[in-house]
Every structure is written in C-alpha cells, then in structure tokens.
C-alpha cells in the first residue's frame, strides 16, 4: 500500500489477496502520467515482492509468495456507491472488469497490459507483444502486452533517429542584467553569461552522446543574441 501511495495511486480495497488501485482520480497528472504512474508502480511492487521473496528464504520459508498484475486505462465511474446506511468510495465499469482479467490472463510476477495502457505508456515503458485475449462483454479480442521494464531513452530516442526521426535541439537561457560580462571571451564557454556550471556540464553531456552515437547534425540556427 505504500507503494500505490508512493506513486499516487487510489487504494479502492482490499478483496483476499488481491489489491485494487485505481489512478486519476480524486487527483490526475493526466492520462499518459497516471499510465507510466500505475506501470511504475507495479514493477516497484514486484521488485520488492522479490526482495522479500529472498529474505523469507534465508529465515527458512521456502514456499513463494508470487503475484500478477492487470492493468488497463479506461473510462469508469467513481464516487461514494452504497446506501443511506453504508457507502464506499469506489471505481465501477467494464475498465475495471478487463483490469482483472488482465490480471487472471497474466503469468506470474509478470504485469499484463492492455492495448489502451500500452499506447499511453510505450515511450517509457518497454513491453512484449503477447496473445489476444476474449473478455465476457467485449464483443473484440483484446490485445495484451507484457512488461518488460523501464526503456532505455536513449537507446529508444538513437531507435527513433535510425527510423528517420528528427532531433530538434532548443536551448534557451535568461542572461539577467544585459550585456555581456567584462571577461567575455567567445571561445571560452566559461565566460559566458548564459551557462553556469551546470549548464555547461549539461552542454557537454549532450555534445558526448551526439559524438558517441555519431547523430549527424542538418543544421545549427542561433539568433544574434546568440552570436
């Protein structure tokens, strides 16, 4: 549970030995952030479900504690659901219905997504391609796909140029006071009023990785502000 919070999940309940967590609501980053938020959050889950797996293995308990996880983004409602005498905040819908079959459909210590969540979370998550699934109330098969982990972005920003993507480069910097200081010097960046030491650092980061991936660069504009 601290995990869901961590992320800033929603802990709807606790049903035996599953959790529902639910993200966007009372609070959203918006649709793409609550995705990579809830993917986040469950790799830290099974990540700490397998460090504990090998402390309880060194204190003598030899039988496994595993778990799998379901994740799908959709449309649901959510709201205090019940009576006069009891009500619950809570999610409904078929979102939530397709979640656990996700969940059912998914190995164990695996998280199986759907194509929605895939979608929104693909430029940060890296995932498998695995079978279609049939969902009672959805007249299509669903899509499914298996996380992997954490992309590499810059192995996925180098795939992207390989594929004939472009890389815009915009740096822009507050230069406070006007004019340039008494030991400008153009040729030493150390003199220059808009990089501090981090940005230089930040500067020098970037000319590396161009230099390393051998990225061609089409073109440099600067402003005359810029020189």
Same mark, same amino acid.
């Given at each position: 549970?601290?995990?869901?919070?961590?992320?800033?999940?929603?802990?709807?309940k606790f049903i035996g030995d599953a959790? &529902?967590?639910? #993200?966007?609501?009372?609070k959203t980053k918006g649709k793409e952030e609550d995705a990579v938020s809830c993917v986040s959050m469950a790799i830290e889950m099974l990540e700490k479900l397998d460090s504990l797996r090998s402390t309880w293995r060194k204190k003598g308990l030899a039988k496994p504690l595993n778990a799998r996880i379901g994740i799908h983004t959709g449309v649901c409602t959510v709201g205090n659901f019940g009576s006069e005498d009891r009500l619950d905040y809570t999610i409904i819908g078929n979102g939530v219905n397709l979640a656990s079959r996700l969940e059912t459909s998914s190995e164990v210590n695996k998280i199986l997504l759907s194509e929605d969540t895939y979608l929104l979370v693909r430029n940060k998550i890296a995932c498998k391609k695995k079978k279609s699934i049939n969902v009672k109330g959805i007249s299509y098969p669903v899509q499914t796909y298996e996380v992997s982990? #954490?992309?590499? &972005?810059?192995?996925? &920003?180098?795939?992207q140029l390989d594929d004939g993507?472009?890389?815009? #480069?915009?740096?822009?910097?507050?230069?406070p006071g006007g004019g340039d200081p008494q030991n400008f010097n153009l040729n030493d960046c150390s003199t220059q009023r808009n990089l501090n030491n981090e940005g230089r650092k930040q500067a020098q980061y970037i000319g590396e990785f161009f230099k390393k991936n051998k990225i061609k660069i089409d073109k440099v504009l600067s402003s005359e502000w810029c020189r």
């Open positions: 549970s601290n995990i869901a919070i961590k992320w800033g999940g929603t802990i709807d959790i &529902l967590v639910f #993200f966007g609501d009372p982990g #954490f992309l590499d &972005l810059n192995k996925n &920003l180098l795939n993507g472009k890389l815009i #480069f915009i740096r822009h910097a507050y230069a």
